[in-house]
């Protein structure tokens, strides 16, 4: 409260950036609770529950909902028109001063004299009308909800138009718009107000002929009812979030009155006694899980027909399913999730099979015929190496952010300090005696360079080294498109570990394998890693564990699908390096390169 009091007894100063570099406007008010403030809600409490509480005991027979400092009232006019003049009375005494001339009273046209009457026996002069907008939803007759909604889905309409446009520059920007921004706005409306499926057709129409086509790169009539269907789901089902409007409003609208039953009972009933949040919130969490299960009830039973007959559709779908981290992420520079036209169209296309745009006919390393398949695996020019450089040096990057930049070491060699060992116990044995014939000098083991990707000192335990290994595989080639992508990951991190995890406990050193498939899904024990990472980050950063998984999950993914379009449209064309030739340090002054023989 002290805070509180302090923060408001001074002129309180607003900000606005006119120009970017150009000094802000200060702009003084003392009127309201300043826009953007923490406290605003807890403000509002404080300040306006005490006239709220005398005006329901002074007038019990109108129904009287707040929303912040928006008040209203429910019943017959005479009730209505007394609350208007206590607020305007007794509202100044708490900092509330209404202005019945920005009020609306809605009632049918029959009823309209009798509210008249009322108000201007108390002096009021207030708007009249048969439907108003209010929080966001609408209150009147059918036909102003009709005309309302009209307006409303015009605008959304536009919008959706407007973002087609941007989608074939910025495919990620204008998906990333429409999921987290404009979608919301319209299912806010079908949570508030009831029977609005119909209205949404012009808004469905122009989503599936305009938005999804500039988004995929695919013509409207590719679009069928189980496509768009399946583009509806959530990324965690094979889709892309991109709801029907016409299919979810009688759904998110009974969510929304199941969430509000306590509420609501609480406000009509007489005898509901005093409000409880925190059987509201219950209330609310309880309607909100229901809502998703079944959701995700009908979105599964919808994956089992569509693919009951088609194992690869299944498999395609399962996989889809598990490969998504990287779609529901909002695009930033500084946090490295932004993707180029090309990397978030070319994975999307991947992930629906299509073929990529314009892909070549002809793989210009080997001269293969270029088929997807057939650019994520020849290895050919280098590309499929600098796919794996590119993952690796993401992980490290995130493990010097968690820990330190000096704990952290690019490759790392394995059998080093084992080989050594190895030659000082083979220096050390004893030589047989000269009367055995048969006796041969010992040999020395050879040095092997093989080496990991990373080591992080203190990952798993403190003062213990772990090193890991990437290794990205291709999931849907031809040997192994009739096996499940876990399996194929589980394999290839066993043969990692049974390779390396031994010489590596020998050297009291940990061993990780991080095995992804080119769709971006984490084997378990990348998964694991990717736990203990956002581990370190939430403590060192101070943010929920939750959080830093999701990040860390989703820098990986988009590591591993950034190099797709690079391995489809980059060169493998081998090009003579151009190395000096410099044999000590006298020799600087020679300087050539292998050109110049």
Known sequence: SRFAFNRYRHWVWCLVQSEPGEPAIVIHSKEGITQGDCLAMSLYGVALMPLASKMREAIPEALQPWYCDDAGAAGKALPNARCLDFLVKFGPTYGYFPEPGKSHYICKAEDEPTARQAFEGFGLEINYSRGQRYLGGFIGSARKKEEWLGDMVGKWVGAVKALSVVAVRYPQTAYAGFTFSLQNEWQYVQRVVADTGPFFQPLEKEIRTSFLPALLGIPPTAIDGDYRQLLTHGVKQGGLAIRNPVDTAQRIHSTSLAATRYLTESLVREDAGAFDLGVHRKCAKEAGQDAREFRLIDE??????????????????????????????????????????????????????????????????????????????????????????????????????????????????????????????????????????????????????????????????????????????????????????????????????????????????????????????????????????????????????????????????????????????????????????????????DWRTWRDN
């Open 300 to 589: 599964q039973r919808f994956l089992d027909v569509r693919g009951r007959d088609n194992p690869s559709v299944a498999r395609r779908d399962k996989r889809n399913s598990a490969a998504g981290a990287w779609l529901s992420v909002f695009p930033n520079r500084l946090n490295g999730t932004d993707l180029s036209a090309d990397e978030w169209r070319d994975n999307v296309r991947l992930r629906y099979n299509h073929s990529p745009l314009d892909m070549p006919a002809a793989c210009d390393g080997c001269g293969a015929k270029m088929t997807v398949e057939h650019a994520l695996s020849c290895k050919v020019g280098g590309l499929v190496h600098i796919r794996h450089d590119d993952v690796a040096d993401e992980w490290r990057h995130l493990c010097g952010t968690a820990l330190s930049p000096s704990q952290v070491e690019r490759e790392p060699p394995i059998f080093r300090c084992v080989s050594h060992r190895a030659r000082v116990a083979a220096g050390n044995t004893t030589p047989p005696p000269p009367s055995t014939p048969t006796a041969t000098p010992p040999t020395l083991p050879t040095t092997t360079e093989e080496r990991g990707d990373a080591s992080c000192h203190g990952f798993w335990k403190r003062g213990r080294t772990c090193i890991f290994d990437m290794r990205i595989t291709d999931t849907d080639t031809k040997s192994y498109r009739k096996r499940d992508f876990g399996k194929v990951l589980l394999q290839h991190e066993k043969e990692k570990k049974d390779k390396y995890l031994r010489t590596c406990l020998e050297l009291r050193k940990d061993f990780t394998p991080m095995v992804y498939s080119v769709d971006g899904i984490a084997g378990r024990e990348a998964q694991n890693a990717e736990k203990r990472l956002a581990t370190h980050l939430a403590s060192k950063w101070n943010r929920g564990y939750s959080q830093m998984v999701y990040y860390v999950r989703v820098r990986m993914a988009i590591a591993v699908v950034r190099a797709n379009s690079l391995l489809i449209r980059g060169s493998r064309e081998r090009q003579q390096p151009r190395r000096p030739l410099i044999p000590d340090g006298a020799a600087l002054g």
